[in-house]
């Protein structure tokens, strides 16, 4: 059974910067492509960022490029999320998940999910 537990949310300032963690149990973290969504209340799960099981290959959002960065720590079953320059529409509860092979940028694509981490930026 694979378990993925969210921590760093905060709240910020906008322009500020958090760095979110995401810890994977399971022996075969390092055959998942991690993924990092968001949701804000009253919306639909929305991709964020992704990352492939060997930190190669990684692919963002269009809303998020240049200012979220995601990487990976496979000796320690971890993934991050580095925010930086936060704006007020980034608020949203994070999640992280993950699936075998590469690709997908759907909710749907992913098979295991923390619970989520709140994101507030405020003005």
């Known amino acids: 059974q694979v378990q993925l537990v969210e921590s760093g949310g905060g709240l910020v300032q906008a322009g500020g910067s958090l760095r979110l963690s995401c810890a994977v149990s399971?022996?075969?973290?390092?055959?998942?492509?991690m993924g990092w969504f968001r949701q804000a209340p009253g919306k639909e799960r929305e991709f964020v960022a992704r990352?492939?099981?060997?930190?190669?290959?990684?692919y963002y959002a269009d809303s998020v490029k240049g200012r979220f960065t995601i990487s990976r720590d496979n000796a320690k079953n971890t993934v991050y999320l580095q925010m930086n320059s936060l704006k007020l529409e980034d608020t949203a509860v994070y999640y992280c998940?993950?699936?075998?092979?590469?690709?997908?940028?759907?909710?749907?694509?992913?098979?295991?999910w923390g619970q989520g981490t709140q994101v507030t930026v405020s003005s």
């Open positions: 990352i492939s099981w060997n930190s190669g290959r990684t």
């Open positions: 399971g022996r075969t973290f390092s055959s998942y492509q």
């Open positions: 998940a993950a699936k075998y092979g590469f690709g997908g940028s759907s909710p749907h694509d992913y098979g295991y």
